[in-house]
């Protein structure tokens, strides 16, 4: 069996073709980054835009990689929530109209879920239960996965996203969007022992939340004060710089880091499965690979290809198949976070 996934959340047009053993046929990624940039951030309208213009390109490279014919397709899936509107509506609207057009079942599949299940099509392993962590640019949930059809969540960011306060601070220190790996690589040279950025909830262990929107103004207070401020011609000194990113990205990954351990504790399951860009932070990654091993747990964390966003997320419909959750054209875009 082939199915065609197609991804549209938010700024990235996805497809891939991928087999019910989940083996990644095709993965095509058109992503929108140069369009958004001098925005310092996602723009709903000219990411829907963009999605029309690159959906069917996309759609016909991902097909023409998996060296198949279109007719060859068995199932056709589309990740129809959470999101932008708009851009939701060109994948759902795409998947819609070709799974009618070869008569085939159509498979609404949830993003975020999709997100986690990108480490069992990585490590080739069940992942059920785990502890779900998705750190991306719109979200930072904790969830408990378990199983498929069944994430339970457990906490989450209570404002800002960990991926959108990366891009905001970058924008600040005037470092490229998107500002994840900007920041990340400007703060290789900093100390991150340098400011002491606030940490919320971090000691309160009757919550597993997340709160960066503080965290964000903190920064903004320590490059520039409360007051009105033009960021594009403030100059601020390298070293200084290098600093507030490294002391930014440590109060990050302490806060990521602390509320996973306290999940894995509150609930006794053992194995962690991060998805979403921020999971790309190599001193997240690092950091979290040292707790959950001393804790003698198992961490899955997907390769960087697979957790920025892209059609990969869209296997888990393998799993809808096989349970026989098929919807019809009657599927919707649901732009809302519906959290499990
Ligand atoms: P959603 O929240 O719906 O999943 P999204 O497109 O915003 O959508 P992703 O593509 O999963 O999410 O992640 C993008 C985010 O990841 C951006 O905010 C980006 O700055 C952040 N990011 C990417 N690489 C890194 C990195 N190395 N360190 C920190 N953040 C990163
Ligand atoms: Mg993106
Ligand atoms: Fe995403």
Redesign the pocket.
Known sequence: MKILTIES????TAAAVITEDLEVLSSVVASQDELHQRFAG?VPEIAARAHLERCLPVIDEAVRKADIQLADIDAVAVANM??LAGSLLVGVTAAKTLAWLLGKPLIGIN??QG?IYACQVAFKKPIFPCIGL?I????STIYHCKSPFDFEPLGGTIDD????S??KV?SMLGLPY????S??KCALNGDPKAYAFPRPFLNDTSRLDFSFSGLKTAVRYEIAGPGAVDFKSLEIDEQRKADIAASF?QAVVDCLVGKTMQAMKSTGIQRICV????A???R?RVALEEEVSAAGGELLIAPMHL???NAVLGAIAVEKIKAGQVDDLSLDALPGLIRN
């Open positions: 959340t938010c700024d990235e996602v959470p999101g993003h975020l997100h998705i991306s640019g719109g979200h996203a960990a991926g959108e990366f891009d970058a998107p500002g994840g790996p920041l990340s990205e998805g979403g860009g921020v790309a932070n190599k997240f957790c920025t966003d």
